[in-house]
């Protein structure tokens, strides 16, 4: 474990528009001007330059002024159930009467508009099919249904292939020759700006007088862009920080739908002070567990419900699954965990190669990715876990580092090893792919090469950033307010860390594995309440141990209505 500073620019860029702690932070993240502190929705950036806007805008009015049949074709993570409510409830809003939705399933269909999924489309007879969060590598699905005559519009924010699919319109930032100014949009994301831009088309061809329906406020749909944004981890650059920074606000007041709020009550988070953290750690993974381990038309139902007594219902099925895939999650990564151990065993340095590769015949499809996840936050190497689709198929999610791009070395992989891989797709940090189970010792043959080749030896050193020290008198629960809601922080734009040296005052084991500590800064005179999860216990408690050395966040703490600081601890040595 390495612990580095954040750099700091020595000539303060925001003078003094914010207290001086935030400055120091903000100037961390390159934040340059206060200009980029406006988060206004009116700081948006415009839908107008999103190439192929007035196609799916034009597109979409047709289908609208004849009331075709409209089927939306999600995807089946907390992005595509976000982005696949969004759009039915937008389009209800402004007029359609016909709209259905069908969620691919993982372990029968796999990912995306397949030529499968087209043949269940065309059984409900659609005029107008929409992708929400896939598409952009449906070539074989779309070609279905346009030979079908059935319109295809696809909004994704994935990254292309070297060929499109032959769709009547197509809404990607990351399309080539889109002139969109941030390429960070979420699948949800891309589903808001398409409907502002039918919207804005629908207001100029006098749509809403002729119909007599008033002009729906999307806003009232940012809390879904809030959540999928954040579920997805999509960079939280400025526009997706005006985003989801306005969804908050609005869940906050009470503005948000039904199924949010259930779920944010059976996870036991407030919805007062509610963050970007909340929904990506409480409500995300219980939205993906439908997604997981059964079907996510249960969590696209628990978005659309408006009435209370449904929408608890769908949380507390949504709560059981992520129970369930908690449970599988510990089983497979004790597997994992020994798969390692031999595998060391049998490395004659034993250092763990610059990529994990690794495939047990019982783990679930499911989960793969959330155990991808956790070995590359611990071990910190690009992880590729694969499990059993069938007999003629391994499918496999990857979790990367800072400093190789996934979706780049698989493609980089599948050109110079044909036959290896069947399919994949994908981001800079995760993938996912599909391969023949008899090629899975060419794959890691080839993995090994191709990300060693790319990866340094200090590139697989696990560092934590901070901001530095906090200064004892902002251990308080003023400046973990003013931190808190200085956000929203996520991926790209992360929360504020700091690092120190502090004396033990009181240590003990709560929760069977957390340990809760008070500390000192200052020999005592000023005390702090801290608690670090899922400590070693061969290490903690122990009372010989009297100063430490910490990297944390500060939380605000609530309990039984009080609030006070906290320091979350992140890394605990002791000194």
Known sequence: MIIERRQVPSVAALHGRVPPLLERIYAARQITDAEELELKLSRLLPPDTLKGMPEASHLLYQVLQRQGRVLIVSDFDADGATSCALVVRALGKMGFQHVDYIVPDRFAYGYGLSPEIAELALERRPDLVITVDNGISSLEGVERLKAEGIAVLITDHHLPGDQLPDADAIVNPNQPDCGFASKALAGVGVAFYVMLGLRALLRQQGW????????????????????????????????????????????????????????????????????????????????????????????????????????????????????????????????????????????????????????????????????????????????????????????????????????????????????????????????????????????????QRCAESVLKSDSLQRRLLTDGELPIEAHSLESARMLRDAGPWGQGFPEPVFDGRFRVIQQRLVGEKHLKMVLSADGGVTLIDAIAFNVDRDTWPDASIREVSVVYRLDVNEFRGVSQAQLLVLHLEPV
Request: charged residues 25%.
């Open 208 to 447: 809403f007088d002729r119909a007599g329906i008033q002009e729906p406020n999307l806003g009232e749909l940012l809390d879904l862009v809030a959540l999928g944004t954040v579920a997805d981890l999509v960079p939280l650059d400025r526009n997706n920080r005006i985003l989801v920074n306005e969804g908050l606000r609005r869940m906050r007041q009470g503005r948000g739908c039904p199924g949010i709020y259930a779920l944010l009550s059976v996870a036991g988070r407030a919805t007062h002070s509610l963050t970007a953290s909340d929904m990506g750690f409480a409500v995300a993974p219980r939205l993906n567990a439908a997604g997981r381990l059964e079907d996510m038309s249960i969590g696209i139902a628990c978005l659309l419900t408006d009435d209370s007594a449904s929408a608890e219902r769908h949380a507390r099925e949504l709560d059981r699954l992520n129970q369930e895939r908690r449970r599988i999650e510990d089983e497979m990564r004790e597997q994992a965990d020994q798969a390692l151990q031999e595998m060391l065993g049998e490395l004659e340095h034993r250092e763990l190669p610059a990529a994990l590769c690794l495939y047990d015949a019982g783990w679930h499809p499911g989960v793969v990715g959330i155990l991808a996840s956790r070995l590359k936050e611990q071990l910190h190497r690009p992880v590729f876990i694969f499990a059993k689709a069938d007999e003629q198929e391994l499918k496999g999610s990857a979790r990367s580092i800072e400093g190789l791009h996934i979706r780049d070395l698989l493609a980089d992989i599948a050109t110079r090893y044909p036959g290896v891989i069947t399919r994949f797709g994908g981001h800079a940090m995760a993938a996912g792919l599909s391969l023949p189970p008899e090629q899975l010792p060419a794959f890691q043959d080839a993995l």
